[in-house]
């Protein structure tokens, strides 16, 4: 169940209009009053002798008796709405919602006779609107700030004992939602997204390809966007707005939205907290190719969101979703819609009460920007585990947030995790299929050679791996895997106890991707000095050189 306060108004009669009128779609059907202050109200809806007007002077008595005292916008205007699958609440059961509703906020506090007027007038099957006029009857406006967690609050109380959907409650920091002018105005002009949604991503993917300030307004005007910076008057920054060259209002102006209306996280100082911490923190030297170090950065997130403090955590999720917002400027056609939309979606999971210290996650951020100045990989096989890793993130994400209690981040990304799944179903189709048909290729001496070794690695999940329709790519990558000197049962035992095997619907399909990233050779480091890189005269107790690595088969 869920509360909207809109902003106050100072036209009863208006507001009264819409609520007994059509609607907008002539989507209201027997609007009626379901409640009042004192039970006597007049119901235009049901009593054919009352009208609109009556109603109105009924609720503005005392504004008119307050005269110039009166709160200039004096109208208290909040909607309920129960879930979609809730059941259908009688009328005495909305009343009664709407009485401790207004209790709550103190608009109306029970057994007050000087409350403020009130009416609850229903005109769905599934909300109400609560109309209040704020003048109390010592002619004073009520005490009624934080009007909203206040309602919110009872309303979940309400849940419990009604037995209705116990909606997940937000901490505030979610993005602010487009308004209705927003998405008439985008259905009019036939798009899809609102301007300030469209802004959004944007701005948000500017973010993630920027490496300072300048970089990014460049970038996000390169989108084909407005841009306006604001300055202090010392030459500092001190904020921007954005618009859509195509989006004006009734004047021929374009329609401006600020950074923090976007966003929380898209106001100047939090953008420019992210760019400087990636700016101020030194370079590691390149020792894979960066499709390679975005694996391995986006890999270690899930220990990072397991055994780091909160602030770090959050640090982690936060370039996780600038991963997620660069990918499809990179990916192929066939998956970019998919990755859009877990983008769009593991945007609310990006934020939280918890700050951020990004200075604990500039490696992933760091091949994050890497990969937009190469091209994208041809390699299937590298793309399907770039994709497997960032899923796992993600998966790991949604547990972080369900911990703390973030049950709105956890549904996001939820969400995001189903729209991954399909990208990384149709990216591993070829790869997976190619591995397969090598697999089905393979001596037979060499399949029990990698069935034992699958028995002595995860015996309780052995004989359902060997099953699989997907075993055989499982075998030919345990090949490759023993041909590029790396002990494959060790790895095998690592990358289940990496993946949660219990959501994956082909056991030998996650493991085939989880050890082409776990095989990849050590690099070793430069010596420090010239002694280091001298050879060392041979003895009994130095390992013998690993063979190299064989080229993994495109």
């Known amino acids: 169940m869920i509360a909207n306060i809109v902003k106050p108004g100072h036209k009863t009669r208006g507001v009264l209009n819409y609520l007994y009128g059509p609607g907008r ?103 109400i609107h609560i109309v209040a006029t704020k003048v109390q009857g010592d002619l004073r406006p009520p005490r009624n700030w ?33 308004t209705r002018a927003e998405q008439e105005k985008a259905r009019r002009t036939g798009n899809a997204r609102t301007a300030r949604e469209h802004l959004r991503t944007v701005v948000r993917t500017a973010v993630s390809a920027a490496t300072n300030t300048e970089e990014f307004f460049r970038i996000v005007e390169g989108a084909g966007a407005l841009v306006d910076v604001q300055y202090f008057p010392s030459g500092d920054v001190r904020g921007y707005k954005v618009a859509l060259d195509d989006d004006t209002n ?18 100047y100082p939090k953008i420019a907290e992210r760019l400087m911490a990636t700016a101020s923190t030194p370079a590691e030297r390149a020792d894979a190719p960066v499709w390679r170090r975005l694996t391995r950065a986006v890999d270690g997130i899930p220990d990072s969101l397991a055994h780091s403090e909160d602030d770090a955590g959050q640090a982690h999720i936060t370039v996780l979703a600038e991963a997620l917002d660069t990918l499809p400027l990179l990916a192929p056609a066939a998956i970019r819609p998919r990755l859009v939309e877990a983008a769009t979606a593991f945007e609310r999971a990006a934020r939280s009460r918890v700050r951020a210290h990004h200075q604990q996650a500039q490696a992933i951020r760091r091949a994050v920007k890497a990969i ?26 949604q547990h972080w947030h369900r911990a703390r209690g973030h049950h709105q981040q956890a549904e996001a990304a939820q969400r995001a995790t189903t729209h991954l799944r399909v990208a990384y179903q149709t990216a591993v189709t070829e790869p997976l299929t190619a591995l397969h048909h090598r697999g089905q290729h393979l001596a037979p001496w060499l399949l029990k050679q990698q069935a034992a070794t699958v028995r002595q690695a995860l015996p309780d ?33 690592q990358a289940a106890r990496h993946r949660e095997l219990d959501t994956a619907t082909s056991l030998s399909e996650v493991l085939t991707w989880r050890l082409n990233r776990l095989r ?35």
């Open 25 to 127: 779609a002539n989507e209201h059907t027997d609007p009626h009053l379901a409640a009042s202050f004192d039970g006597f109200a007049p119901d235009p809806g049901r009593d054919p002798d009352a009208t609109l007007a009556q109603l109105a002077a009924v609720l503005d008595l005392r504004v008119k008796q307050a005269g110039h005292k009166a709160p200039k916008n004096h109208v208290w205007h909040c909607s309920i709405r129960a879930a979609p699958e809730d059941r259908h609440l009688t009328d005495n059961e909305w009343a009664t919602i709407a009485r401790r509703v207004l209790n709550a906020t103190g608009i109306a506090p029970t057994n007050d006779p000087d409350a403020c007027r009130w009416i609850a007038v229903r005109h769905a099957d599934d909300h």
């Open 146 to 178: 934080n009007d909203f967690l206040r309602a919110d609050k009872e309303l979940v109380a309400i849940e419990k004992e009604y037995g209705l959907r116990q909606v997940p409650r937000g901490d505030r920091t979610a993005a602010k939602r487009p």
């Open 250 to 267: 009734a004047h021929g102006e374009p329609v401006w939205f600020s950074g923090s209306t976007l966003a929380p996280d898209l106001s």
């Open 372 to 397: 937009l100045h190469e091209p994208a990989p041809k390699d299937g096989a590298l793309l399907a585990i770039v994709l497997d890793a960032l899923l796992l993130a993600v998966i790991a994400a």
């Open 461 to 493: 999940l052995a004989e359902q791996i060997l099953a699989e329709p997907d075993w055989p790519a499982l075998a030919a990558t345990l090949n490759d895997t023993t041909a590029a000197g790396r002990a494959p049962s060790a790895l095998l035992t």
């Open 520 to 554: 990849e050779p050590v690099v070793r480091k430069p010596p420090r000095n010239k002694m280091e890189g001298r050879a060392q005269p041979s003895s009994a107790t130095t390992p013998r050189a690993v063979p190299p690595a064989r080229p993994r088969p495109r």
